[in-house]
């Protein structure tokens, strides 16, 4: 898994939180695994998880990790999005992505691509050619940011994050290291733009180490177990791989490593994720979110009609068999 990687030693350091601050654990739960696009397996991460705990956030896939075989790595066709962002985090292997806006490029290993679909969009996400020969392996993350409803209408927008310009710290004791995908981690902001205010981290934590953030009062706190086992909370609740740990109020937030960890999985690899709520009502369906089924109708009318981008004459082509 490696992401981006730097010594913890010479990085700025985020102070701890203290015990007085810290937010209990609500709830854990395991994400059901199942299969998206053309059949890459993913595991649903917000799975049987209120939506008041998870907002401004919709869902989350696990994608992988995965070691493919020559000619089986798989990714989507051509397909519309409306009302809210998708944020696709690659930890390992390749992926490329186009849409209708004109966005589009190869993310690899620590690097983001944040897709806006504000009013309306079409895009497409595969792996490359090369890698299709191949095979090989295939880890990542794609997290849906809700819009508010001011925005749902935006133009849509694209933001390609390189590895190398997420904001890298250390935890205090620097058995942590953390980068900031995008939000504001103890006065130090990652390279993403949002439209709700969120904190996005990804944190490798060593065997044995202790985490122990501040966290923005005002934002809901998760943390999802990417890799490792250990234990989050003051009151140190088992987690694992495909976990999902849900706090509660607070200031701070507590995530530990198992002294022994599984041997494929040397660390404790967690991505920590929160927001202030947007509390607006939510209609879903497949690839719309907005406010009302009123305003679904009228999406699913405006992509039948091509309201929502075309196909550009240059494009990727959708290789499922």
């Known amino acids: 898994m490696p992401a981006i990687t730097a010594d913890t030693l010479t990085l700025p350091r985020v102070a701890q939180a203290g015990p007085a601050e810290q937010r209990a654990v609500l709830s854990v739960t395991t994400a059901p695994s199942g299969f998206e696009g053309e059949g890459f397996p993913v595991r649903r991460a917000f799975a049987g998880v209120p939506m008041s705990s998870l907002d401004p956030f919709l869902h989350m896939d696990q994608m992988g990790e995965v070691e493919y075989a020559p000619g089986e790595p798989k990714g989507t066709p051509w397909h519309p999005h409306r009302g809210f962002e998708t944020v696709t985090y690659i930890i390992d292997g390749v992926f490329e992505h186009q849409d209708s806006n004109g966005g589009g490029g190869t993310i690899t290993n620590g690097d983001t691509q944040w897709m806006t679909a504000g009013a309306g969009i079409l895009h497409i ?88 953030l501040p966290w923005n009062r005002e934002f809901n706190a998760l943390a999802y177990i990417l890799a490792g086992q250990g234990t989050v909370g003051g009151e140190r609740r088992p987690v694992r791989k495909g976990q999902l740990a849900v706090f509660g109020q607070g200031r701070g937030l507590t995530v530990a490593a198992d002294t022994q960890q599984p041997t494929a999985e040397p660390n404790l690899e967690v991505l920590l994720l929160g927001g202030r709520p947007i509390k607006e009502p939510v209609a879903h369906y497949g690839p719309f979110v907005m406010n009302t089924r009123a305003e679904l109708v009228q999406a699913m009318e405006d992509y039948q009609a091509g309201r929502l981008g075309v196909i550009p004459a240059q494009h990727m082509p959708h290789t499922g068999r």
Do not use: C, M
């Open 125 to 212: 996400e595969k792996p490359p050619e090369h890698l299709v020969v191949s095979g090989g392996l295939f880890h990542g993350i794609q997290l849906w940011v809700n819009l508010p409803r001011a925005n749902k209408f935006n133009p849509p927008r694209y933001q390609d994050i390189r590895g190398g310009e997420t904001a890298l710290l250390s935890s205090s004791d620097g058995g942590a290291l953390l980068r900031v995908i995008a939000g504001d981690l103890a006065g130090h902001s990652g390279p993403g733009a949002t439209f709700t205010p969120i904190t996005l981290v990804h944190a490798t934590v060593s065997p044995g180490a202790v985490l122990d």
